[in-house]
């Protein structure tokens, strides 16, 4: 007989993203999907948790990127040699197979790969130009250049085995500590030790620069001090902007993990606010989690649909 899972509470940046952007979608999203992967879920269950699945296409390239990145260094702790037109050339052909796969929501009858299910574009007809989707393939091929071509290869080549500590592995369950008694999830893309033994976390990004980064490398920063009792006094974290070449240094510093603390405190505050039961994670009612009035944030929304706003949006 299988166990059944516990919707259990945990933050992460993501999750403070998404009740920040709008508590109806953080509702969708984290409680009213949950159980939709059984076959007897109720109908809307089961269309939320397809739903909250799509990517769009500017997170999809984001996902491909980085998981081109974590193949190649995996591949270069064994040893290997990089092959960037190779490797560009597989990225190339999974998105072909993917936007296919997507374009006949065949999402909603069958499974695709494990880290793609299917594009909102295609779920609610989006207008986007062959043009557009053709600078989405550009700006993951621009950005694995940017890596193939950058620092990091000779770095990544030059660690020892010890060295490595953390390669975006998708072993989700692994990457999570406690702070404060909350789980938190935090999923470096890469971290490593230099030769002095002081602690790197690095963060791939394919955008340009937004709020909120600096936050999500603090929080890989403390999982790393916490997973392997590493000094946060002794660590560095680094974003790195692929398609612009760039790198930005966040400090990791006593008043830097004291604002992200604080934050933290409030995010998992204003969760709990939403919460019958704190202690079995039950949410209130879904008419308690507020709709956003922000008209472009449910115009790029995955639930248009089943939260009722598909109809009023204008057509762009
Ligand atoms: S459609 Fe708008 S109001 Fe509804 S869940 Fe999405 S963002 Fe929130």
Redesign the pocket.
């Known amino acids: 007989m299988s166990r059944a899972l516990a919707n259990e509470f945990s933050w992460s940046k993501s999750r403070h993203e998404k009740m920040s ?5 953080y509702f ?1 999203h984290y409680y009213g999907s949950w159980g939709g992967w059984e076959s007897e879920a109720p109908r809307k269950v089961r269309e939320l948790y397809v739903l909250k699945k799509l990517h769009n296409r500017h997170t999809w390239a984001g996902g491909m990127v980085h998981s081109a990145i974590r193949r190649e260094l995996l591949s270069l702790r064994r040893g290997r040699t990089p092959e960037p037109e190779q490797a560009i050339e597989r990225v190339r052909n999974t998105m072909r197979e993917d936007y296919a796969f997507s374009r006949r929501r065949a999402y909603w009858q069958e499974r695709s790969r494990k880290d793609f299910s299917g594009l909102v574009e295609h779920e609610y007809g989006e207008p986007v130009s062959d043009e557009e989707w053709r600078a989405n393939f550009e700006t993951v091929r621009e950005a694995l250049f940017g890596f193939f071509s950058s620092r990091w290869v000779e770095l990544a080549r030059s660690l020892q085995r010890e060295q490595w500590l953390e390669v975006d592995e998708l072993d989700f369950d692994r990457s999570v500590f406690l702070l404060d008694e909350v789980k938190v999830f935090a999923v470096p893309d890469f971290a490593y030790l230099e030769q002095d033994g002081s602690p790197v976390v690095v963060d791939w990004k394919t955008g340009r620069a937004r709020e909120g980064y600096d936050d999500q490398v603090l929080g890989y920063a403390l999982y790393l001090s916490s997973r392997y009792r590493l000094p946060l006094s002794r660590m560095r974290a680094v974003l790195v902007y692929l398609n612009q070449g760039q790198e930005h240094t966040v400090a990791i510093d006593e008043g830097a993990v004291a604002g992200f603390r604080e934050r933290f405190g409030k995010s998992v505050a204003a969760m709990r606010a939403l919460l019958e039961d704190p202690a079995s994670n039950v949410p209130l009612a879904e008419e308690c989690f507020g ?2 009035t ?1 008209a472009s ?2 115009a ?5 649909r089943p ?4 109809v009023a949006l204008p057509s762009t």
Do not use: N
């Open positions: 952007e709008c508590q109806r979608a969708f709709q956003t922000d944030s449910c790029r929304c995955v639930f248009r939260c009722g706003k598909q």
